[in-house]
Nanobody
């Protein structure tokens, strides 16, 4: 039922910046956590950054200090600075709804947006 749409991907030179955005629609329950994952061909999808409804953030070590995640209700952004070629990947937006009665987690994913960093 929840639909996530990413935008902001593109081609940038090493050292440059990009801002990814993701808007969630169709929600009838509050989204507890939103985040960004990325995937390179032949590699497993990895978590990049997450942010809870309370504002707590988490970053994978490789992007710490370079990326910043922010959120406004059901919209999440990822500001990426000092980009490196190894940041090249398809970036996916994700959202999690926790059903309080059962504590079951419901996960939703966007279609993905390509980020390419050239050297």
């Amino acid at each position: 039922q929840v639909h996530l749409v990413e935008s902001g991907g593109g081609l940038v030179q090493a050292g440059g910046s990009l801002r990814l955005s993701c808007a969630a629609s169709g929600t009838i329950f509050p989204i507890n956590e939103m985040g960004w994952y990325r995937q390179v061909p032949g590699k497993e999808r990895e978590l990049v950054a997450t942010i809870t409804s309370g504002g707590s953030t988490h970053y994978v070590g490789s992007v710490q200090g370079r990326f910043t995640i922010s959120r406004d209700i059901n919209t999440v952004h990822l500001h990426m600075n000092s980009l490196k070629p190894e940041d090249t990947a398809v970036y996916y937006c994700a959202a999690t709804i926790i059903m309080t009665a059962t504590m079951r987690h419901l996960d939703y994913w966007g279609q993905g947006t390509q980020v390419t960093v050239s050297s």
